[in-house]
């Protein structure tokens, strides 16, 4: 059994930054990816960032250059630095591990921009 647990999520104003973390546990196949996606209200779930088990990026045009995704393999954890938000940044974001053996979620944390 996989589990994510996600943190860091909040309330920034305008122009800040946060940092979201998410620390997989269980039966974890070495290779994989580990992402994070997004779900406003009445929006689609859309994908923000992935990184691979050996460090490549992937990034949605709309946060390349204001966010940065890491991953510290001894700690199955992945981390969103998240810098210059926007309101439109505001959603609720998912940890996501994809293996070949299994897709799995996280419970989700709010990220709300407003001043």
């Known amino acids: 059994q996989v589990q994510l647990v996600e943190s860091g999520g909040g309330l920034v104003q305008p122009g800040g930054s946060l940092r979201l973390s998410c620390a997989a546990s269980?039966?974890?196949?070495?290779?994989?990816?580990m992402g994070w996606y997004r779900q406003a209200p009445g929006k689609p779930r859309e994908l923000v960032a992935t990184?691979?088990?050996?460090?490549?990026?992937n990034y949605a045009d709309s946060v390349k250059g204001r966010f940065t995704i890491s991953r510290d393999n001894a700690k199955n954890t992945v981390y969103l630095q998240m810098n210059s938000l926007k309101p439109e940044d505001t959603a609720v974001y998912y940890c996501?591990?994809?293996?070949?053996?299994?897709?799995?979620w996280g419970q989700g944390t709010q990220v709300t921009v407003s001043s």
């Open positions: 990184i691979t088990s050996g460090g490549s990026p």
């Open positions: 269980g039966s974890i196949f070495s290779i994989n990816v």
């Open positions: 996501n591990l994809l293996t070949i053996i299994g897709n799995y």
